[in-house]
């Protein structure tokens, strides 16, 4: 299910919304500048001038390999941290958030 739509950002990070029955942000992935050990994120997640969560860049599966962002927030309305993918298009101008719910 698609909970976003993102454009590339002049730092290297995207800027969007995410957009679901309970949740309507305005979203900046900035480039985490303290990875300061090997597990830090790559990207820091914020509304406004809050955190809400990290993001590190992962390789898809398969035939065709291809990178994406794997999204973690959390915000404390939340029952448990929201995790998701950031896909960007193949021409890199846009990217969609992505959510399934586990089963």
Not at 63 to 75: C, G, I, Q
């Amino acid at each position: 299910m698609q909970i976003g739509t993102f454009t590339p950002a002049k730092d290297g990070g995207w800027i969007g919304f995410i957009r679901t029955l309970t949740i309507d942000a305005k979203v900046r992935i900035v480039p985490n500048d303290d990875r300061s050990h090997d597990k830090a994120p790559d990207f820091r997640v914020f509304v406004g001038d809050c955190r809400v969560g990290e993001a590190w860049v992962a390789t898809s599966r398969g035939a065709d390999p291809k990178e994406y962002l794997h999204v973690r927030l959390d915000d404390p309305s939340l029952v448990q941290p929201l995790t998701a993918a950031l896909f960007p298009s193949e021409n890199g101008k846009t990217a969609q958030l992505a959510w399934r719910r586990r089963t």
